[in-house]
C-alpha cells in the first residue's frame, strides 16, 4: 500500500525558510519521478516542482524558480523542498505527489500524502 507522508509544515514570517519533507513507503520510491504540488485556501491545485528518479533532474514552477529546491534521499525513501525567501503567496497546503509510471515523467499523479499547511504571515 502506497504511503506518503509530509512533514515540516508551519508558521513563518516573510523572507524566512522551511524544508518540507515526505517519506514514503509501500512501493520502490527510486522508480519513480516525485512532484510537489500546492493547494492554497480557495484556489485550485498548483504544481510547484518536480525531480527524476535518481534527482539529476529537478523543474520548478515559475512562481518558486530560485526560491525553492527539491531534492530526494533513495537510501531513505525521502523527498524533501527547501522553501526559502517565502512570501504570504506561498501560503498553502503542500501534497508530495508520485508519479504514475516508473522512471519517466507524466504528470499523472498516482498517489497523494495528506499534505502539510504552510503559513507564511507576519
Known amino acids: 500500500q502506497v504511503q506518503l507522508v509530509e512533514s515540516g509544515g508551519g508558521l513563518v514570517q516573510p523572507g524566512g525558510s522551511l524544508k518540507l519533507s515526505c517519506t514514503a513507503s509501500?512501493?520502490?520510491?527510486?522508480?519513480?519521478?516525485m512532484n510537489w504540488v500546492r493547494q492554497a485556501p480557495g484556489k485550485g491545485l498548483e504544481w510547484v516542482s518536480a525531480?527524476?528518479?535518481?534527482?539529476?533532474?529537478?523543474d520548478y514552477a515559475e512562481s518558486v524558480k530560485g526560491r525553492f529546491t527539491i531534492s530526494r534521499d533513495n537510501a531513505e525513501n525521502t523527498l524533501y523542498l527547501q522553501m526559502n525567501s517565502l512570501k504570504p503567496e506561498d501560503t498553502a497546503v503542500y501534497y508530495c505527489?508520485?508519479?504514475?509510471?516508473?522512471?519517466?515523467?507524466?504528470?499523472?499523479?498516482?498517489?497523494w500524502g495528506q499534505g502539510t499547511p504552510v503559513t507564511v504571515s507576519p
Open positions: 505527489a508520485k508519479d504514475s509510471i516508473t522512471n519517466l515523467y507524466s504528470g499523472d499523479f498516482a498517489s
Open positions: 509501500g512501493f520502490t520510491f527510486s522508480f519513480y519521478w
Open positions: 525531480i527524476s528518479v535518481a534527482g539529476g533532474s529537478t
